[in-house]
């Protein structure tokens, strides 16, 4: 069977892998001239670790820093104890990946549709459903990250300053390692995310080391249906594999495992999506509820992802019942 993966990115590296490791002959279509590791890095530190270790990787060699949750709301910071959070080194990680897989690569060309005969599927691994066609109800997002060295880091865990402007998401500070963090911010208006990420650096006397922008879609699994069309399949946030915060690699990644066991099943590889990422769609409800002033409403949905979330960073009862409230006041 012949594969063809459109995005090299995060999610299309990983499924070229998987797949070709499976035997399928997979080429890969990248419209950059070399996959690119765009945006945030965080993800569960224990499934990070078991992610690697099933692309036969060692995860202690892209694993930066751990650390706990400051979280700013207004004047306020809170500072909540985590143990499952980590950045990790995502370009090396997938240039790793690509350098042991079997598929074929493309860099410097775009996926063109008149060269659909030649394959047996097709999978949109764009993030923005290029392949797929973008649908009615679509929010994107610009997000601007400057990777950046700081000689007094403001801080050693992962920040976040939330926004409740609702064209405007967070700013994030992410460390990759004692003096060097990335800062970022997710806003409808790519001018203004710059100049957040701008003004925290020079408040902070940092050095800018790279910058970074690209257009990221928020919405659920559940807005992001059809996951298929004929003999064109998503993956990763094609799909909607993400939270309302922006957070796709642990997710993406849950897409794609699901996919190469249902490659050959369409509808039911939906169904296990929806199920397993299910808690998603009550994760962008309770932002949008948070943001909206709604308290009950988002101590509903809050609730209803509150064991999601204790599982995925290790979070105690109580540490996690006092996010909640914090969030709520």
């Known amino acids: 069977m012949r594969v063809a993966v ?17 035997g399928y002959a997979v080429e890969v279509y990248e419209r950059n001239k070399k996959p690119t590791a765009v945006c945030a890095c965080g993800i569960p530190a224990s499934f990070f670790i078991e992610l690697a270790k099933s692309c036969s990787l060692n995860p202690e060699d892209y694993i930066c ?4 949750l400051v979280i700013a709301l207004g004047k306020k910071r809170f500072h909540l104890k985590a143990g499952n959070l ?22 410097g060309r775009k996926f063109a549709l008149d060269k659909a005969e030649e394959y047996n599927l097709i999978i949109d691994a764009t993030g923005t459903r290029e392949l797929l066609g973008r649908l009615p109800q679509d929010q994107f997002f610009v997000t601007y ?13 992962f920040y976040f300053q939330l926004s409740q402007n609702p064209d405007e998401r967070y700013l994030w500070y992410f460390p990759l390692s004692e003096k060097e963090a990335y800062v970022g911010f997710g806003s409808k208006n790519g001018q203004s995310a710059r100049q ?18 690209k257009i990221l879609r928020l919405n659920p699994p559940q807005e992001s249906l059809p996951f298929s069309i004929g003999k064109i399949l998503g993956v990763g946030n094609s799909i909607g594999a993400i939270t309302s915060m922006g957070e796709g690699n642990a997710p993406s990644a849950m897409t794609v495992q699901i996919l190469t066991e249902n490659l050959y099943n ?6 296990q999506v929806l199920k397993k990422l299910g808690w998603l769609k009550h994760d962008h409800a309770a932002y949008k509820a948070w ?3 709604q308290k009950m409403r988002t101590l509903y949905h809050m609730l209803r992802i509150l064991k999601t979330y204790r599982e995925r960073f290790k979070l105690t009862l109580p540490v996690a019942m006092l996010w909640w409230l914090l969030v709520l006041l």
Request: one cysteine or more; proline letters at 5%.
């Open 6 to 22: 459109a995005g090299c990115g995060w999610s299309g590296s990983l499924l070229a892998y998987k797949l070709s490791q499976q």
């Open 65 to 68: 820093q751990k650390g706990d």
């Open 86 to 107: 980590c950045t990790f080194n995502k370009q090396k990680f997938m240039e790793d990946l690509i350098n042991q897989t079997l598929a074929t690569f493309h860099f």
């Open 145 to 157: 990250q400057v990777k950046a060295k700081f000689a007094n880091p403001p801080y050693h865990d």
């Open 196 to 213: 957040h990420v701008e003004s925290f650096l020079k408040h902070h006397k940092a050095q800018p080391l790279q910058r970074q922008a």
């Open 266 to 271: 369409p509808q039911r590889y939906t169904m």
């Open 291 to 293: 943001n909206r002033k």
